[in-house]
């Protein structure tokens, strides 16, 4: 008979409960050889009991509490005087005693993986007097182990590589699993380990979990990845063991164990003559089946009539061959090219050379296709040069260009404006000779740029471009003149023959040899006898006194007519004059002053004393012109005469007034009635003679319905207006109407009028004018009832 795995633990535990039970008198206490224990006093005795430790197997599932061990005193007669009391880890929860026969039962199922054993301590007490009999005494109880836990792989499921081709043997990657059950006891926690799925690609170290390969020659690009269970078993690897499996994803990583190959023999591509340099003409690839590093290619030309028109480089990204021109391709010149290119690994395996050579060879044929292009000129650039001096009309050079295709369309020559905007040069269409057009001058542009266009006469769309470098070259056509405004200042207290300047001349022509300038005084100067003129040799000269001292007095300037004549042939000549001032200058011969004015300044007074009085003359102007623009002012009336329109007007008095207290500034009882006659006042902050001139009086007329609509349409705005003011601020409307039934709107003498005016109407304005409408309306107990 088969016993399954719960019935076969079932048999374990009742094995291991007899051995138990065999044994429990080495757990129960004995009594002692020694003198019975007293407690009298302080006295103290040996003790009068031994312990043991007890044992309990885990896992128990019986109903009935579990007899753990005895507990018992040889001072215990049976007479029942004695009782046991238990205390420690578990006491009363887990374990219980019968505290007249000291029976130790477990009520609960116990496992050893959660804890190990239990600490307990037990004492004897006297049941009168509750007093112990016997020394507090501690014991252990320790869970015996059963096989109750399978093996675990903490860390799986696992994954691994291992390099395709590994001879047998190979290590891949070990696996752990841990067993909880007690190690030390039986085989309950001595694993084997064994492969389930995975053979016969891979074996496993039965005591060590090591995976290796069991087949040699196992190739990545048939099949790169493996699923292998790997199990651990308990007891050995025995019948009745608890078993766990995991699983390990084992990948072939690459290497380079495959050559390149490509898929033609022959590749044929087409290119039109047109296509420009560096251009990419074709793209090839060889095939690899590895991966990675080891599938990067090398690709070169070896062979073929293109090796200086094409070129081969290598895409990082795909590993293709780009093959791109490095020369004009021409049509009427060649008709096609054959190249002979090779790929090979970048990095080769020596352990798979033996499989072949790690190249392949293929054929590329570039099959030049005919384009209608552009004329060609026969130079890229045509350097010219021409005199400045040349005539209008007269030939520079000639540019030629050609069809290249085998049409030949004869060819017109035109000059790009846009490179000669100032139109200086001319060309023939037919001929291309190149003339001038205009005068020339070095000096403005020394070298001419221009693009010549020629395009077919039968298809004016292809255009050629060719470029020409025009040089001017220089005449003698530019005198010589100072190389700056010279300041020069010659000092009262010079000596003869002191150099007091010393000058240089430019020329803008360029003669091949260099400049060379001569320098003389004028002949109207030569014999003058206040300076002299001394030529350096090098293209400068120097100013020299003639006398000694010099006052500014008598003259405070000087003027030096200087001749120079350049070297050019025909030579030219300029003068220039050279302005000299007599200063004032200190001991280092630093001009101090220069102004000859200085001397007819009064004695003792100084230029800062000048800059004083001037500036009061100033201010007294100023203070003059404010004067009288205040008094003018003032004549001005501050009251518009009945002539001028004031409604859009307004006149701001900076008087404050003196506040609610104030009654003297304004009559506030005018701001009371609205068609009171207003007499002329006099204003009390002018002066008597200015007064305002009188209003005209304003009568009551009828209701004006163009003023009402108005007024409505205002308050329309202002009601629907989130920036309106409060509904206490003033309201200001700038028209009254034409012929306004309610004449003004304000009520300055409404309160000096004796007029009965009905002021009904107010009812009728909205809630606004319900104040005015309680003030002057005659029927208030009807108004907004």
């Known amino acids: 008979m088969k016993l399954g795995k719960v ?99 477990a009520t609960k199922r116990l496992d050893r993986e959660e804890q190990a054993y239990y600490t307990l301590r037990a004492q004897a007490l006297d049941r009168l007097t509750n007093k112990p009999v016997e020394p507090e005494s501690e014991f252990v109880i320790k869970i015996q182990d059963i096989n109750d836990n399978e093996p675990k792989f903490l860390d799986g499921p696992y994954t691994a590589g291992v390099p395709e081709m590994s001879p047998v043997g190979t290590s891949v990657v070990q696996v752990t699993a841990t067993d909880a059950d007690d190690p030390t006891y039986g085989n309950s926690a001595r694993v084997v380990y064994s492969i389930l799925q995975g053979q016969p690609y891979f074996s496993v170290e039965p005591k060590t979990g090591v ?75 060889a095939a690899d089946a590895d991966i990675g590093a080891n599938a990067e290619m090398e690709y070169k030309i070896v062979d073929g009539d293109g090796l200086g028109i094409f070129k081969i480089s290598v895409d990082k990204d795909t590993q293709e061959g780009i093959i791109t021109i490095q020369k004009d391709l021409d049509f009427e010149a060649k008709t096609s090219y054959t190249l002979r290119i090779e790929a090979a690994n970048k990095d080769a395996d020596p352990r798979f050379l033996s499989l072949g050579p790690f190249s392949d060879m293929t054929t590329v044929k570039i099959i030049v296709e005919d384009v209608d292009e552009p004329p060609v000129f026969s130079s890229p650039l045509y350097p010219m040069e021409v005199s400045e001096a040349t005539q209008v009309g007269n030939i520079i050079g000639t540019v030629a260009a050609h069809d290249p295709d085998a049409s030949n369309s004869p060819v017109r020559y035109s000059i790009d404006r846009n490179t000669d905007l100032e139109r200086y040069f001319n060309i023939d269409a037919n001929s291309g000779v190149i003339t001038t057009a205009k005068s020339l001058d070095r000096e403005t542009n020394a070298v001419h740029n221009i693009t010549v266009l020629a395009m077919e006469s039968q298809n004016p769309s292809q255009v050629g471009r060719g470029y020409v470098a025009i040089t001017i070259l220089d005449i003698n056509d530019n005198a010589p003149e100072f190389a700056m405004d010279y300041e020069t200042t010659v000092c009262e207290n010079a000596q003869p023959g002191q150099v007091i300047q010393k000058i240089s001349a430019v020329d803008k022509d360029e003669p091949s040899n260099g400049h060379q300038f001569y320098f003389s005084l004028t002949t109207d100067a030569t014999n003058n006898h206040n300076f002299s003129l001394k030529d350096n040799k090098d293209n400068t000269a120097s100013i020299l006194t003639r006398r000694n001292g010099f006052r500014r007095q008598e003259q405070s300037v000087y003027y030096l007519p200087i001749f120079i004549v350049d070297s050019g042939s025909p030579s030219l000549s300029s003068t220039n004059t050279l302005t000299i001032r007599v200063c004032d200058c200190d001991a280092d011969g630093i001009a101090q002053t220069c102004n000859a004015e200085a001397y007819i300044l009064p004695a003792g007074l100084s230029t ?178």
Not at 19 to 48: D, I, V, W
Not at 649 to 664: A, F, Q
Request: a negative charge.
């Open 608 to 785: 800062g004393a000048l800059i004083a009085i001037l500036a009061c003359v100033l201010t007294l102007l100023v203070l003059i012109l404010l004067i009288v623009t205040m008094r003018r002012r003032k004549k001005e009336p501050l009251i518009f005469d009945e002539e001028r329109d004031i409604r859009e007007n307004i006149v701001r008095y900076d008087d404050e007034g003196g506040g609610e207290e104030d009654t003297e500034a304004f009559d506030m009882a005018a701001l009371r009635n609205l068609n009171v006659i207003r007499d002329t006042k006099t204003r009390r902050d002018v002066t008597p003679e200015i007064q305002f001139l009188s209003r005209p009086t304003f009568k009551s007329i009828p209701d004006n319905v163009i003023f009402r609509e108005f007024i409505w349409e205002r308050l329309k705005e202002a009601d629907v207006d989130p920036c309106a003011p409060p509904y206490d601020s003033l309201q200001t409307y700038a028209f009254e109407g034409n012929g306004s039934v309610a004449e003004s709107l304000s009520s300055l003498d409404s309160i000096s009028s004796n007029s009965d005016q009905n002021y009904d109407y107010l009812s009728d304005w909205g809630p606004r004018f319900k104040r005015l409408a309680d003030m002057y309306g005659t029927g208030q107990e009807s108004l907004y009832s």
């Open 211 to 285: 995976i290796k390969t069991a087949l040699p020659n196992m190739d990545r690009e048939a099949k790169d990845q493996y699923l292998l269970v790997i199990q651990a078993k308990d007891m050995v690897g025995q019948n009745g063991g608890l078993s766990g499996t995991t699983s390990v994803t084992v990948t072939l990583t690459d290497v380079n164990d495959n050559p390149p190959r490509f898929p033609r023999r022959s590749y044929q591509y087409n290119v039109p003559e047109s296509l420009p340099v560096a251009s990419v003409v074709a793209r090839i690839k």
């Open 7 to 105: 019935e076969f633990c079932h048999f374990l535990q009742l094995i291991a409960l007899f051995l138990c039970f065999s044994g429990m008198s080495q757990a129960e206490l004995s009594r002692s050889r020694s003198k019975p224990y007293f407690q009298s006093g302080r006295s103290r005795t040996k003790r009068s009991w031994v312990w043991n430790q007890f044992f309990v197997l885990e896992e128990y599932m019986g109903s009935d509490p579990l007899y753990v061990g005895k507990l018992h005193s040889d001072v215990d007669k049976g007479d029942g005087s004695i009782k046991y009391i238990l205390s420690g880890e578990g006491a009363s929860s887990i374990f219980i005693i019968d505290e007249n026969t000291g029976d130790i039962h």
